[in-house]
């Protein structure tokens, strides 16, 4: 298992950006594919982006293809989750997740950071 908090989350107008931070414990981190999900208030948790081990590949959810941006550094275990042009109908917690399998397969993600909130005014 590896740990993960997740850190960056706040309140923002629409159009602007955030940047979300997760940081994981442990030696085996670019082991790891990487993800970020989001859950808003009466939802279910949804997928928003999704990263492979080396960070050569990435996955969006249709919602947020084109605003956010996922990224890693292994050599910080950190995954980053950049959004921009934010809307209103992404506020939600956001949390950082990690896999051992494939980062297409997003509901093989095990390993949960505790959220962060994110809350967007119009």
């Known amino acids: 298992q590896v740990r993960l908090v997740e850190s960056g989350g706040g309140l923002v107008q629409a159009g602007g950006s955030l940047r979300l931070s997760c940081a994981a414990s442990?030696?085996?981190?670019?082991?790891?594919?990487m993800g970020w999900f989001r859950q808003a208030p009466g939802k279910e948790r949804e997928f928003v982006a999704t990263i492979n081990w080396s960070g050569g590949s990435t996955y969006y959810a249709d919602s947020v293809k084109g605003r956010f941006i996922i990224s890693r550094e292994n050599a910080k275990n950190t995954v980053y989750l950049q959004m921009n042009s934010l809307k209103p109908e992404d506020t939600a917690i956001y949390y950082c997740a990690a896999g051992t399998g494939s980062y297409i397969s997003t509901d093989d993600f095990g390993s949960w950071g505790q959220g962060t909130q994110v809350t967007v005014s119009s």
């Open positions: 442990g030696r085996t981190f670019s082991r790891y594919s």
